[in-house]
Nanobody, 125 residues
Framework: QVHLVESGGGLVQAGGSLRLSCAAS????????MGWFRQAPGKEREFVAA????????YYVDSVKGRFTISRDNAKNTVNLQMNSLKPEDTAVYYC??????????????????WGQGTQVTVSS
């Protein structure tokens, strides 16, 4: 079992930066690939980024490539999402999630096993 808690959300102007963090409980954190998803009002939850259990492989949705960076620290049981050059369309509730699958990084919400409660990110124009 993995319990996830996100933090770091807030209000920022377009072009600004935020760093989201996700703290995980459980001794098996390093066994999970980790992902970040987001959900804007009236829209479905969508994939943003994922990172392999070792941190060696990352995967991003095209709309955030070059602006967002996912990283993890297995010693601290944390996964982070550094978000730069933020745009109003990045406004959403951001969720971290854990995927026990040991193969390729996945982007479907149905394939992740554990979820945090979410943190709000609002980008003003």
């Amino acid at each position: 079992q993995v319990h996830l808690v996100e933090s770091g959300g807030g209000l920022v102007q377009a072009g600004g930066s935020l760093r989201l963090s996700c703290a995980a409980s459980g001794r098996t954190f390093s066994s999970y690939a980790m992902g970040w998803f987001r959900q804007a009002p009236g829209k479905e939850r969508e994939f943003v980024a994922a990172i392999s259990w070792s941190g060696a492989i990352t995967y991003y949705v095209d709309s955030v490539k070059g602006r967002f960076t996912i990283s993890r620290d297995n010693a601290k049981n944390t996964v982070n999402l550094q978000m730069n050059s933020l745009k109003p369309e990045d406004t959403a509730v951001y969720y971290c999630a854990a995927d026990y699958y040991q193969g390729y990084l996945r982007r479907s919400v149905y394939e992740y096993d554990y979820w945090g409660q979410g943190t709000q990110v609002t980008v003003s124009s």
